[in-house]
């Protein structure tokens, strides 16, 4: 195309995906789809109502343009890309060698709870599909009810998450009563499979009452530890006493009475353990090897403490608020660096059979000495249930992608990577895997849910703000169960966190929950 001056010229280009065994069939026809302007032009009106929908149910307006710019655009904006493409990790390695994962798409469903509780709903009966009646889970599913069984002890409780959030955000407690198949060919309502996890957690302890390491946990390179007599998960009991708690108080709400004794009863039992087996004198131990051997101690030469360990003590609430905050301040001493807290230290420097591919990885790389980027929102949150504003938020900039100059950082500014190399690596602060990482849907809902505290109970939305002293005032828009809440914080006295008065609609409630307003619009303004 030749263009005199000044002249213009519209340039149509199409680029698309068609199944391969319809493009013969359907490639003239979709092409002609898009050959006038003003059909495009249709489309991509389509296309910004549809993000700019998806994007007005959490929107936040502080004095930092850069919270602003990442919480209210690309960090669900990532979210929800997750979701959609399903966070498929064999499809970005390896093509179609593993499928979903049962894990990753679980967490990527409180990323659209919020705006889309049809999605939310599908994809959870969509996971239903893949667990045995016993509770055991497709570690990754190809296709409907197909998949494989890896014995990695956190899969199944990863469901737990997602229905609750979905209910808690909803207020349909009727998908509860809802049947759906399980993969063994048996039938059962949504409930049923929610007690066929617990069926699975108990099943699946050690005599000491920690879950059985398998093959894995969330960290996969930890896939050697277990060794034929199995091993034991440190975090994993952690995630397990979270999780139960999480039904516990779901059973509570709905009344089931009898149920919920045994839950509490075994959540019990793991939770002693922890507290009486795993304490390694200022954090906590990550797991135990063949013959008890301690990983993520500091009688430990390589891998001396890790990060989830420690998060998820304070999110269980594991043991005493003295071990919690030493939990933590261990946590930001040994892990934190100018890239952000790294998933374990020192890296390993040598392979070690009896640990696993983490050891294989290079120092600083990866689950080996990185600053893994998935954890660090429950960092946040830890810090956020520990009242400790100026560290949580210290956190949460710190992770920010834009931070790092980017010829340093090789990845895209606007996206959470799966991991940076850390100051152990030759070449530290170098992104790698963007897009795909569960970090978003995660950094998503922490930063609305507990750095700015707006987020959903079972009877409305709590406010429970846990902010850096220097917010003296910022406003949160959040849609709830069809109302669009408008509610502006003053922090006057530069407070990190805690709540004097609420006023809803010019009328002063009691309490920190603001009820279902059942209305379009509903306006709040908080003290603190």
Same mark, same amino acid.
């Given at each position: 195309?030749?263009?005199?001056?000044?002249?213009?010229?519209?340039?149509?280009?199409?680029?698309?995906?068609?199944?391969?065994?319809?493009?013969?069939?359907?490639?003239?026809?979709?092409?002609?789809?898009?050959?006038?302007?003003?059909?495009?032009?249709?489309?991509?009106?389509?296309?910004?109502?549809?993000?700019?929908?998806?994007?007005?149910?959490?929107?936040?307006?502080?004095?930092?343009?850069?919270?602003?710019?990442?919480?209210?655009?690309?960090?669900?904006?990532?979210?929800?890309?997750?979701?959609?493409?399903?966070?498929?990790?064999?499809?970005?390695?390896?093509?179609?060698?593993?499928?979903?994962?049962?894990?990753?798409?679980?967490?990527?469903?409180?990323?659209?709870?919020?705006?889309?509780?049809?999605?939310?709903?599908?994809?959870?009966?969509?996971?239903?599909?893949?667990?045995?009646?016993?509770?055991?889970?497709?570690?990754?599913?190809?296709?409907?009810?197909?998949?494989?069984?890896?014995?990695?002890?956190?899969?199944?409780?990863?469901?737990?998450?997602?229905?609750?959030?979905? %209910?808690?955000?909803?207020?349909?407690?009727?998908?509860?009563?809802?049947?759906?198949?399980?993969?063994?060919?048996?039938?059962?309502?949504?409930?049923?499979?929610?007690?066929?996890?617990?069926?699975?957690?108990?099943?699946?302890?050690?005599?000491?009452?920690?879950?059985?390491?398998?093959?894995?946990?969330?960290?996969?390179?930890?896939?050697?530890?277990?060794?034929?007599?199995?091993?034991?998960?440190?975090?994993?009991?952690?995630?397990?006493?979270?999780?139960?708690?999480?039904?516990?108080?779901?059973?509570?709400?709905?009344?089931?009475?009898?149920?919920?004794?045994?839950? %509490?009863?075994?959540?019990?039992?793991?939770?002693?353990?922890?507290?009486?087996?795993?304490?390694?004198?200022?954090?906590?131990?990550?797991?135990?090897?063949?013959?008890?051997?301690?990983?993520?101690?500091?009688? #430990?030469?390589?891998?001396?403490?890790?990060?989830?360990?420690?998060?998820?003590?304070?999110?269980?609430?594991?043991?005493?608020?003295?071990?919690? %905050?030493?939990?933590?301040?261990?946590?930001?001493?040994?892990?934190?660096?100018?890239?952000?807290?790294?998933? #374990?230290?020192?890296?390993?420097?040598?392979?070690?059979?009896?640990?696993?591919?983490?050891?294989? #990885?290079?120092?600083?790389?990866?689950?080996?000495?990185?600053?893994?980027?998935?954890?660090?929102?429950?960092?946040?949150?830890?810090? #956020?249930?520990?009242?400790?504003?100026?560290?949580?938020?210290?956190?949460?900039?710190?992770?920010?992608?834009?931070?790092?100059?980017?010829?340093?950082?090789?990845?895209?500014?606007?996206?959470?990577?799966?991991?940076?190399?850390?100051?152990?690596?030759?070449?530290?602060?170098?992104?790698?895997?963007?897009?795909?990482?569960?970090?978003?849907?995660?950094?998503?809902?922490?930063?609305?849910?507990? %750095?700015?505290?707006?987020?959903?109970?079972?009877?409305?939305?709590?406010?429970?703000?846990?902010?850096?002293?220097?917010?003296?005032?910022?406003?949160?828009?959040?849609?709830?169960?069809?109302?669009?809440?408008?509610?502006?914080?003053?922090?006057?006295?530069?407070?990190?966190?805690?709540?004097?008065?609420?006023?809803?609609?010019?009328?002063?409630?009691?309490?920190?929950?603001?009820?279902?307003?059942?209305?379009?619009?509903?306006?709040?303004?908080?003290?603190?």
């Amino acid at each position: 195309i030749s263009l005199e001056p000044g002249e213009t010229a519209d340039i149509i280009f199409s680029l698309g995906v068609i199944p391969k065994t319809e493009f013969e069939k359907t490639k003239k026809e979709t092409l002609a789809k898009f050959r006038l302007k003003n059909e495009i032009e249709s489309e991509l009106s389509n296309i910004k109502e549809g993000w700019n929908n998806f994007l007005s149910n959490t929107q936040i307006e502080t004095t930092d343009s850069q919270v602003n710019t990442f919480m209210n655009y690309w960090i669900p904006y990532q979210a929800k890309v997750a979701f959609d493409i399903g966070r498929v990790a064999s499809f970005y390695y390896w093509g179609l060698g593993r499928g979903f994962g049962f894990r990753d798409t679980s967490q990527d469903t409180i990323a659209i709870t919020i705006a889309d509780k049809i999605k939310a709903k599908d994809r959870i009966l969509l996971l239903s599909r893949q667990m045995q009646s016993d509770g055991k889970v497709f570690h990754h599913f190809f296709n409907d009810g197909q998949g494989e069984f890896t014995k990695h002890c956190d899969d199944p409780l990863w469901y737990i998450l997602a229905v609750n959030d979905y %209910i808690k955000e909803s207020g349909d407690f009727s998908i509860l009563n809802e049947n759906t198949n399980f993969s063994d060919g048996k039938t059962g309502t949504v409930l049923e499979h929610l007690l066929a996890v617990v069926n699975f957690a108990e099943n699946n302890l050690t005599e000491r009452n920690l879950p059985i390491f398998g093959r894995g946990d969330w960290n996969d390179t930890l896939d050697y530890i277990g060794g034929k007599k199995g091993g034991e998960s440190v975090w994993g009991a952690m995630f397990y006493v979270a999780m139960l708690t999480q039904l516990i108080n779901l059973l509570q709400h709905i009344n089931e009475k009898v149920t919920v004794k045994n839950v %509490i009863l075994l959540r019990d039992r793991i939770k002693k353990s922890i507290d009486d087996l795993c304490w390694d004198g200022k954090w906590f131990l990550r797991a135990f090897g063949e013959d008890n051997v301690k990983i993520g101690s500091n009688e #430990c030469e390589s891998g001396k403490i890790f990060i989830n360990a420690q998060s998820w003590a304070v999110i269980g609430n594991i043991s005493s608020e003295e071990r919690l %905050i030493s939990a933590m301040d261990s946590l930001k001493e040994n892990l934190d660096s100018k890239y952000g807290p790294k998933i #374990c230290a020192p890296a390993f420097t040598g392979i070690n059979k009896k640990i696993g591919l983490i050891t294989r #990885c290079v120092k600083g790389k990866k689950e080996n000495g990185a600053v893994f980027c998935h954890p660090v929102p429950w960092v946040i949150q830890a810090e #956020c249930m520990l009242r400790r504003g100026n560290m949580a938020f210290e956190y949460f900039k710190k992770l920010l992608p834009d931070r790092i100059d980017s010829d340093t950082f090789v990845a895209e500014p606007y996206v959470f990577s799966q991991y940076i190399t850390s100051d152990e690596h030759d070449y530290p602060g170098r992104a790698s895997h963007s897009w795909q990482t569960g970090t978003a849907a995660w950094m998503y809902r922490v930063s609305y849910d507990y %750095i700015a505290g707006v987020r959903a109970t079972y009877e409305g939305l709590l406010i429970d703000p846990v902010i850096p002293s220097n917010w003296l005032k910022f406003t949160v828009h959040r849609k709830f169960r069809d109302t669009l809440y408008h509610i502006t914080f003053n922090n006057p006295s530069g407070s990190q966190y805690g709540v004097k008065r609420i006023i809803v609609d010019d009328v002063e409630i009691e309490g920190s929950t603001l009820p279902v307003a059942r209305k379009a619009e509903c306006f709040v303004t908080v003290w603190m």
